[in-house]
């Protein structure tokens, strides 16, 4: 048996980056293990095999991302040249009125990035809540993006596209009186 840290960091060292980054990010999201402590154990194994890649794993890693699909979809974001967004963001309206918790947020360009496991569309009165959220959210002045699991595993290059263009029309948005993230 070995300590949640030393797993992370084991997996990290042997599997690829993204599912090394999928594990860190769970670990970290469980509060099974912090930063530090894989720190910590990366400074006892430096020099082994893969020590490398599971460093640029534990400093990549973010206990806010809640799912493998939001860990992955930041290192689509990543390897598309995006900048880094906040995650789990807060939203309120003019008025300071909560809209909703978003997973992704470039605030530079008003721009939120959602990404939907398809459990979240198989409840009709939940689709129809995120559709009204969506509303809102455009009406304070936000450019917002839906992703699959579909679109971040097989379609990355239009996963850029499409958060270009929206970064493009968030950017002219920001007026007096809009939305704002706390």
Known sequence: MT???????????????????????????????????????????????????????????????????ESLARLVFRDLGLPAPELQVEIR????????????????????AEVDGALKYDDRG???????????LRAADYEVEHFTWRDIVHEQNEVGKSLWAAFRLGSQHGTPGSGSAV
């Not at 534990?58 to 806010?64: C, G, N």
């Not at 939940?126 to 809102?136: E, I, P």
């Open 3 to 69: 300590t949640v840290p030393r797993t992370v960091i084991d997996l990290a060292r042997t599997l690829d980056f993204r599912s090394g980054l999928v594990v860190a990010d769970s670990a970290l999201h469980q509060r099974l293990t912090s930063k530090q402590e894989l720190r910590d154990v990366l400074a006892a194994c430096r020099r082994w095999p893969g020590a490398s890649r599971a460093a640029q794993v534990v400093e990549f890693a973010d206990r806010l991302a809640e799912s493998p699909l």
């Open 93 to 112: 309206d003019a008025d300071g009125q909560f809209i909703g918790r978003v997973d992704f947020l470039w605030r530079q360009f008003r721009t939120i």
């Open 126 to 136: 939940r689709a129809r809540a995120q559709l009204r959220r969506d509303k809102l």
